[in-house]
């Protein structure tokens, strides 16, 4: 009797997310999944109750590899930490611009992304960088991530090119002209 073929469940969310970056949200179905990975319908539905909930952990895996992007900008202390979570989502859209459009541009994907609270340390950031109260640095941060998230957009739409050094410059001139305009409205 030949050996039995095992599918891990890590294959599995693996063929999700390369379906998500190839197809979108909606190439995540049972005949795609078995075409990639080579199986029958049978170890999908033994690892995932239904398509719904790989669909779930295949963006809680896109949030992973986002979430590395950001991690090694930090960790790397070549810019402010601000400045770092900036850059972060922007080389993500760049290297991984399927992947940043499903997650940040579609809507189907507000279903699945999941809920983080990590912006409450990019607001206490903001508010010591620029020593104001965390209720200005949510409105900071707002205003800056208009620009930031309409730039990685355009790099993952391919209709600019990402430079580093351009797109530094750009982050850096339009925190300062914010930062401006808000100290001014403090005082």
């Known amino acids: 009797m030949p050996a039995k073929k095992v599918t891990p469940k890590s294959a599995i969310l693996n063929a999700a997310v390369?379906?998500?970056s190839q197809k979108g949200l909606s190439g995540v179905n049972t005949k795609n999944l078995t075409q990639i990975?080579?199986?029958?319908?049978?170890?999908?539905?033994?690892?995932?109750?239904n398509v719904e909930e790989l669909k779930r952990d295949a963006m809680n895996k896109i949030m992973e590899i986002y979430s590395a992007y950001l991690s090694e900008e930090v960790a790397k202390n070549k810019y402010p930490p601000y400045k770092s979570y900036g850059m972060g989502?922007?080389?993500f859209a760049a290297n991984e611009p399927q992947?940043?459009?499903v997650a940040y541009m579609s809507a189907e994907a507000k279903n699945?992304?999941?809920?983080?609270?990590?912006?409450?340390?990019?607001?206490?950031v903001i508010a010591k960088s620029l020593n104001v109260s965390k209720?200005?640095?949510?409105?900071?941060?707002l205003d800056m991530w208009f620009s930031?998230?309409?730039?990685?957009?355009?790099?993952?739409?391919?209709?600019?090119?990402?430079?580093?050094?351009?797109?530094?410059?750009?982050?850096t001139d339009i925190f300062?002209?914010?930062?401006h305009v808000y100290l001014n409205k403090e005082n």
């Open 176 to 179: 300062f002209g914010l930062k």
């Open 18 to 20: 390369t379906l998500i």
């Open 135 to 141: 209720e200005v640095a949510q409105k900071f941060h």
């Open 148 to 171: 930031i998230h309409g730039l990685a957009s355009m790099i993952a739409c391919d209709c600019i090119k990402f430079c580093e050094e351009e797109v530094s410059r750009y982050l």
């Open 89 to 91: 989502y922007i080389k």
């Open 99 to 101: 992947l940043f459009k």
């Open 112 to 124: 699945y992304l999941p809920n983080f609270n990590s912006l409450t340390d990019i607001f206490g």
């Open 37 to 49: 990975l080579g199986c029958s319908t049978q170890p999908i539905y033994h690892a995932y109750k």
